[in-house]
């Protein structure tokens, strides 16, 4: 357990959570990796969270409209709450990751392997 002191020397113990973020910091930090802290609004615009998916506006646009990705409207604006395309984002990885291992089963299963 980690535990920070106050300025009247009390004890106070973090976190599980902080816990587990410090130490991963401090992984990657020791391993001579960089780490940056930064912060998401509530709300982003089609273009941020084009950027934050690697896909295009037009793409994005087109999630959208489909309801693969919910979205509202802020006058005549879209908007994009930041959980929803961080959720996207996971899932979509995810689901990239389970493909990639059903391929590797079935190289395995046909004995094509390296």
């Keep these: 357990m980690i535990t920070l002191a106050t300025s009247d020397n009390e004890s106070l113990p973090l976190p599980p959570e902080l816990t587990g973020l410090l130490g991963q910091v401090l992984d990657i930090v020791s391993r001579g990796g960089t780490v940056t802290v930064g912060s998401l609004p509530t709300e982003v615009t089609t273009t ?53 291992e059903r391929l590797r089963a079935l190289e395995d299963e046909l004995g094509i392997n390296d």
């Design 48 to 100: 941020t969270a084009a950027k934050m998916l690697g896909i295009s506006r037009p793409t994005l646009m087109k999630l959208v409209r489909d309801g693969a990705l919910p979205a509202h409207m802020r006058g005549s604006h879209t908007r994009l709450l930041s959980r929803d395309v961080l959720a996207y984002k996971d899932a979509k990885q995810t689901e990239q990751s389970q493909a990639f």
